[in-house]
């Protein structure tokens, strides 16, 4: 599948390093080839290609957005055109000062996206975990249960799509309901970087889902 990232720092590297180990074809789409993240990311991974943005969207067929929450819109603004009816796997998260929501609860930061390129299948993954996890899920000794993905999304054949790069990456996806729900998945994010960051857990621990 071809996939293009926008940001590849801690999040967008690890990913896009993982799919490419998978045989998809990824991409950075880079404002800047010679920034530090694009630098590492290639170094990193020297698979990934580095093209212009417009040329890595369009002939993506998944694009993931990975830069921080507050360049989203300059981000979008930009690219968003391109974007028109792709797949976007928001990884973004508005967190605030002292670990507070960083549009107030009041929406969710997924919401903001799909306001901001209202063709675009947006579909919010690869949030609710520090990026260590993105580079290495693997937790031995559970058997086949495997850590849990939480995503959301108006689109259900872009969730599936994503759900199915979630499976090759080994998470088990969950489906959790339409781009509102997203709100709940980011304050997940809080919860976690509470613990894992701040409480102490440290950050190889992730969530599953048990069901009967
Ligand atoms: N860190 C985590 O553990 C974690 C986990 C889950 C989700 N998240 C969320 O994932 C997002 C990325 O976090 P990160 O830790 O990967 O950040 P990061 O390491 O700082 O990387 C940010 C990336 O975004 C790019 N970027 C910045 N401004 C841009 C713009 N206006 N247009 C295009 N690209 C731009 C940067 O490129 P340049 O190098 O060119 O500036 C860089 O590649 C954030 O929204 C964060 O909340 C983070």
Not at 5 to 34: M, T, W, Y
Not at 86 to 103: A, E, M, Q, R, Y
Not at 193 to 198: D, E, F, L, T
């Amino acid at each position: 599948m071809n996939i293009t990232f926008i940001g590849v720092g801690n999040v967008g590297g690890a990913i896009a390093d993982n799919l490419q180990k998978l045989g998809h074809n990824v991409s950075i789409a880079a404002r800047d080839p010679e920034s530090k993240s694009v630098q590492e990311a290639v170094k990193r991974n020297p698979d990934l290609s580095v093209k212009s943005p417009d040329e890595a969207i369009s002939s993506a067929e998944v694009v993931f957005l990975a830069t921080p929450f507050a360049a989203v819109e300059s981000a979008l603004n930009e690219f968003g055109k391109a974007i028109d009816n792709k797949i976007l796997v928001d990884c973004t998260n508005p967190v605030s000062p002292n670990l507070t929501h960083g549009l107030e609860s009041k929406i969710s930061g997924s919401e903001k996206v799909q306001q901001l390129v209202p063709n675009a299948r947006v579909v919010k993954a690869f949030t609710i975990y520090g990026y260590e996890n993105f580079e290495d899920n693997n937790y031995s000794g559970y058997g086949d249960l495997k850590p849990a993905m939480l995503i959301a999304g108006n689109d259900s054949s872009a969730k599936e799509t994503v759900a199915e790069l979630c499976r090759q990456l080994g998470w088990e996806p969950v489906d959790t309901g339409n781009i509102s729900t997203s709100l709940h998945l980011e304050h997940m994010t809080l919860l976690w970087i509470k613990m894992g960051r701040v409480q102490g857990f440290g950050t190889g621990f992730v969530w599953a889902m048990l069901k009967k």
